[in-house]
Every structure is written in C-alpha cells, then in structure tokens.
C-alpha cells in the first residue's frame, strides 16, 4: 500500500512539474507565432530549388 502513495505522490509531482512548464511557456511567448511554421512548411521546397538552380 505505501508503493501505491509514493506512486500516487510521484505521479502528482511530474503533472504538477508538466503544467507549471507549461504555464510558463504560455506566459514568455513561445506561442506567439502560430502561423509561421505552417507557412516555412509550404513554402520551404521553393527555396531550396531557388537555391540549388543558381
């Protein structure tokens, strides 16, 4: 029984740990550019071909 607290406590400890991580990525701006990547995505077989015909 004392096994199943200390996983229960562990458990609780990382999730904790996840959200306040989480938290503060929300809160330094890691999210501010939502559409930029979706944009490289489309567009980043252009520039390797413009690159590689020069």
């Known amino acids: ?3 199943f607290i200390v996983l229960v406590l ?3 400890l990382v999730a904790v740990s996840f959200l ?3 938290i503060w990525s ?3 701006d ?3 550019d939502r ?3 979706a944009m490289r995505m ?3 077989d252009d520039l390797q071909k413009s690159n590689t015909q020069r």
């Open 26 to 28: 929300v809160y330094t």
């Open 1 to 3: 029984m004392s096994a």
């Open 35 to 37: 559409d930029g990547a």
């Open 30 to 32: 890691q999210y501010n």
């Open 10 to 12: 562990v458990s609780l």
């Open 42 to 44: 489309l567009f980043d």
């Open 20 to 22: 306040g991580a989480f």
